[in-house]
């Protein structure tokens, strides 16, 4: 029987590919499990990304081309976690994939389960699930990508106005956290519709934006700046439909004045929240979750779930393309870390 340890990643995102790469690269099985039927996650509906505008799909290509040159790791897709029991020093974990199950055993678990985002319908004022041309962040993502892959093919969209915080720092109807990075990619999608229509006409509407990162503040400021995206400070209070378009009314509480902006397209920065199926892998796993089903950290080893198991990227909380990234390196550390102790035990188990 072979001696060479396995890992199991849950989620095949941008966390969970890095994850695979680095215990892979390290010597060690891994089997990379996802429910969709392709690896990338939430990054294979991106159009680009900040700060540098860059194409997701590269970096999907290239983790990809990483994982399929590593004979150790083995790709599971269209598959779920069905059950998970404690065995010896791991884990004896049930997949589903096709209605069919198989069993596996795993030294070590990463969790990368990744988000999705909050139900906008909850805000009826705003339209959503009403008006065709009132979209979620995410179903504008689509929008991009389909005119970049048609630029010079497609009409202008006219006027489209960005509100965020949608479901974020909202007691009364949302969560009350921070979803952190809405300011940024809301800043991006504004700007992909200048630099792809530069008559068209971009408002933003915000409470405040939050820019810390590096080159973050930079990427803000220039999308203003130099692809003249119009940023209203107010909480929109309502979109009517009027002639075929949305008329917004909000208050700019910098000027002190109420505004009415008739726009072609309303985009909703809606709130993250965790993937489906973390709150289930939390259970099975036996770990902590916070409120809000994102999983909880340990104060001393914050890549660190519970026995033998680790997380990375937005399954813990909201967290950029980058931050995934570095999180899916910092939990393989911990296995690769596990896996070289003698017999494979924790230290201070």
Request: charge should be negative; glycine fraction near 10%.
């Amino acid at each position: 029987m072979s001696t060479v340890k396995t890992a199991l990643v849950i989620g095949a995102g941008p966390a969970g590919m890095e994850a695979a790469v680095k215990i892979g690269g390290a010597g060690y099985r891994v089997i990379l499990a996802d429910r969709a039927d392709s690896l990338g996650g939430t990054l294979r509906q991106l159009c680009s990304s900040f700060p540098r505008w860059e194409d997701p799909a590269d970096l999907i290509a290239y983790k990809t081309e990483q994982i399929n040159k590593c004979p150790l790791i083995t790709i599971k897709t269209k598959t779920t976690v069905v059950a998970a029991e404690k065995n010896g020093n791991g884990y004896l974990v049930t997949l589903g994939s096709d209605g069919l199950t198989s069993e596996i055993q795993a030294d070590a678990v990463i969790i990368a389960t990744g988000f999705e985002l909050f139900d906008a319908s909850v805000y009826g004022e705003y339209g959503y699930g009403s008006f065709d041309n009132v979209v979620n962040s995410l179903e504008f993502e689509a929008l991009l990508k389909e005119w970049q892959e048609n630029q010079g093919k497609t009409a202008s969209p006219g006027t489209v106005a960005f509100f965020k915080c949608v479901g974020s720092r909202d007691r009364a109807k949302g969560l009350p956290y921070c979803s952190r990075i809405c300011c940024m990619y809301t800043a991006k999608q504004a700007g992909l519709v200048k630099e792809l229509f530069p008559d068209s006409k971009c408002y933003v509407f915000y409470m405040d934006y939050r820019a810390a990162g590096r080159e973050y503040e930079e990427f803000v400021r220039s999308v203003i700046e130099q692809r003249h995206v119009r940023y209203v400070r107010g909480r929109p209070a309502k979109v009517l439909p009027e002639d075929g378009r949305l008329l917004i009314r909000a208050e700019d509480t910098l000027m002190g004045m109420p505004v009415e902006i008739a726009a072609d397209m309303v985009v909703l920065a809606a709130a993250i929240v965790p993937g489906p199926g973390t709150r289930q892998i939390a259970r099975l796993f036996q770990i902590k979750s916070d409120e809000y089903g994102f999983i909880d950290y340990n104060r001393n080893e914050p890549a660190k779930a519970g026995d033998r198991v680790f997380f990375a990227g937005a399954c813990g909380f909201a967290v950029e393309t980058l931050g995934a990234i570095q999180q899916g390196a910092a939990a393989a550390a911990e296995v690769i870390a596990l896996f070289n102790q003698p017999n494979g035990e924790e230290k201070n188990a």
